[in-house]
T-cell receptor, first 114, second 110 residues
Framework: DSGVTQTPKHLITATGQRVTLRCSPRSGDLSVYWYQQSLDQGLQFLIQYYNGEERAKGNILERFSAQQFPDLHSELNLSSLELGDSALYFC?????????????FGPGTRLTVL | TQLLEQSPQFLSIQEGENLTVYCNSSSVFSSLQWYRQEPGEGPVLLVTVVTGGEVKKLKRLTFQFGDARKDSSLHITAAQPGDTGLYLCAGVSNDYKLSFGAGTTVTVRA
């Protein structure tokens, strides 16, 4: 158990819909990262927040957005969903910045878009 | 396009055999990390290598960072079924972003 929690574990929805994935980082960790893992693209970095502010952006689509709240939990919002958005979405947290501190990954949310 | 290329993509060996997984890139990274991911779970960090030429050992696992900090290898000695999993390398750039390779799926048969 990494100490990072993600909800829900599974999510099945239809194309065009909007969903919200939630992540609670390890106690004391200030950084939250979101990743997408699919069979054809592997693990792709989406976005990072540090202490409530956006820190780095990766391959995140404009239809996706995220935020980190004052209590440090984070939400990833996916809208106008397409079949290709079906993937595992991981949240990770670290005390500071990656490369300096280890990233601890949550168990993931499996999103299926039908 | 992956910044980091891992090879082989799949590896199936018998218990007790040795194996090596490679991670190559045309980019220089400030450090490189190796993760193992088991089905239904998130990746778990195994090691971080920082210095070119660095070798780190973790029980039966040996990690090496290339002199130019562009490539790395993971060698497992006397593999056990518990070593089965997806092995991912991740390069850490100067702006602290992680770029993951596509992974190597290792299966160790009893």
């Amino acid at each position: 158990d990494s100490g990072v929690t993600q909800t829900p574990k599974h999510l099945i929805t239809a194309t065009g819909q909007r969903v919200t994935l939630r992540c609670s980082p390890r106690s004391g960790d200030l950084s939250v990262y979101w990743y997408q893992q699919s069979l054809d693209q592997g693990l792709q970095f989406l976005i990072q927040y540090y202490n409530g502010e956006e820190r780095a952006k990766g391959n995140i689509l404009e239809r996706f957005s995220a935020q980190q709240f004052p209590d440090l939990h984070s939400e990833l919002n996916l809208s106008s969903l397409e079949l290709g958005d079906s993937a595992l979405y991981f949240c990770a947290s670290s005390p500071g910045l990656a490369g300096v501190n280890e990233q601890f990954f949550g168990p993931g949310t499996r999103l299926t878009v039908l | 396009t992956q910044l980091l290329e891992q090879s082989p993509q799949f590896l199936s060996i018998q218990e007790g055999e040795n194996l090596t997984v490679y991670c190559n890139s045309s980019s220089v990274f400030s450090s490189l990390q190796w993760y193992r991911q088991e089905p239904g779970e998130g990746p778990v960090l195994l090691v971080t290598v920082v210095t070119g030429g660095e070798v780190k050992k973790l029980k039966r696992l040996t990690f090496q960072f290339g002199d130019a900090r562009k490539d790395s290898s993971l060698h497992i000695t006397a593999a056990q079924p518990g070593d089965t999993g997806l092995y991912l390398c991740a390069g850490v750039s100067n702006d602290y972003k992680l770029s993951f390779g596509a992974g190597t799926t290792v299966t160790v048969r009893a």
